[in-house]
């Protein structure tokens, strides 16, 4: 009897912790990577002509398996870009580096497509730099 009166109560205490909403995520993440992605784009604000300026952004892997970084295009030649190579485990965060070239006294809208392997084939992530470079000022002799 003692048994017994020990069981049903260790197995209601199980059934509770391992029972789930519907819509509601199991505490344990499993099942494929997952990119997800808090901020995807940057305003810079003013930035002096001739001034390099390097931004972060930040990847979750929100899935169950490792998750990497395919790429990071260049759509122009004021862009460089770097991003973590290693894969990204469960739960942990990567990064894509974006260096913008303030060459040119001008308002600047450029993106980035970063894909993952969370994403499927054509798919992927713009990662936006906008802002405005201001003239560098004219040096008198």
């Known amino acids: 009897m003692k048994k017994i009166l020990f069981f049903i109560p260790a197995l209601w205490l199980f059934a509770a912790c ?3 909403q519907p819509g509601q995520q199991p505490t344990t993440a499993s099942g494929p990577a997952r990119a997800e ?5 940057l305003d810079l604000g003013e930035i002096p002509q001739g001034t390099p300026v390097t931004r972060e ?4 892997n929100t ?6 970084i395919r790429e990071a295009l260049v759509t122009c030649h004021c862009i460089t870009t770097d991003w973590l190579r290693e894969p990204i485990p469960p739960g942990k965060s990567g ?3 974006i260096t913008f070239d303030a060459e040119k006294a001008e ?7 970063v894909s993952t392997s969370a994403d499927s084939v054509g798919q992927g992530t713009a990662l936006i730099l ?7 000022p004219e040096s008198g002799n």
């Open 130 to 136: 906008r802002g405005k470079v201001i003239p560098k």
């Open 63 to 68: 899935g169950g398996s490792p998750l990497s």
């Open 18 to 20: 391992s029972h789930t």
């Open 37 to 41: 992605w808090p901020v995807k784009q």
């Open 57 to 60: 952004f930040i990847v979750n």
């Open 95 to 97: 990064w894509v580096r």
């Open 107 to 113: 308002e600047f809208y450029r993106f980035v497509p």
